[in-house]
């Protein structure tokens, strides 16, 4: 399978603690971005990376929230004493920039979190 | 925040209708794209349209968008009760990067 992969793809936990995410996106995309979702809401943007360097990050990225991408491959995403309001579907997606311009993203199929 | 605005937020048609979904976003893009979502599935992309084009076809979907209103449309025709989904679309910002911003979603019913 050569889609993008996040594991894992349920995660219950307890406030306080904290959890990390994976994503391998597509090998030959070069951009990477993490989305939430919560119920009944489109994606909302959290951050952004081109190869390794992270370009954007989103406001609602607080500072609980780490994101890397070492070698420009896989992608994790921390966060660090988790709330009931970080409840959500984290979902990532790849793409590939043609001409210059942003293309289609391909999604993986998200990791629901829960905090308990 | 959400760029788009999807509209309705629902809406509910027999087997056979079409559907019309329309959004309406605030800042220029680069392009515009639609993505369908099942339940308990992800995200899948459909169609993209540039800022310089006013219409796209992709087999039972059509596209279309007005830059001078800010706003586009996406018409299935001969719905199928597989194309339960909501509808999202996502708009490429002009300039920088090119961020990309989603609408909050046409959740779309299709009756057999």
């Known amino acids: 399978d050569t889609g993008v992969s996040q594991n894992p793809r349920h995660k219950i936990t307890k406030r306080g603690q904290n959890v990390t995410f994976r994503c391998d996106p597509i090998s030959e995309h070069n951009r990477l971005y993490w989305y939430r979702q919560t119920l009944g809401q489109g994606p909302e943007f959290l951050t952004y990376f081109q190869n390794e360097a992270q370009l954007e990050k989103s406001r609602l990225l607080s500072d609980r929230f780490s994101a890397e991408r070492p070698k420009g491959s896989f992608s994790t995403l921390e966060i660090q004493r988790t709330e009931q309001g970080d409840s959500a579907m984290y979902l990532c997606a790849s793409s590939f920039p043609r001409g210059g311009q942003e293309n289609e993203q391909f999604f993986g199929p998200g990791t629901r979190l829960t905090v308990l | 925040s959400q760029q788009g605005e999807e509209d309705p937020q629902a809406l509910s048609i027999q087997e056979g209708e079409n559907a019309t979904m329309n959004c309406s976003y605030k800042t220029s893009i680069n392009n515009l794209q639609w993505y369908r979502q099942n339940s308990g599935r992800g995200l899948v992309h459909l169609i993209l349209?540039?800022?310089?084009?006013r219409e796209k076809h992709s087999g039972r979907l059509r596209v279309t968008l007005d830059t001078s209103k800010k706003s586009s449309s996406l018409l299935i025709t001969a719905s199928r009760a597989a194309d339960t989904a909501s509808y999202f679309c996502a708009t490429a910002a002009a300039g920088g990067y090119q961020k990309v911003t989603f609408g909050t979603g046409t959740k779309l019913q299709v009756i057999p």
């Open positions: 349209i540039r800022s310089n084009e």
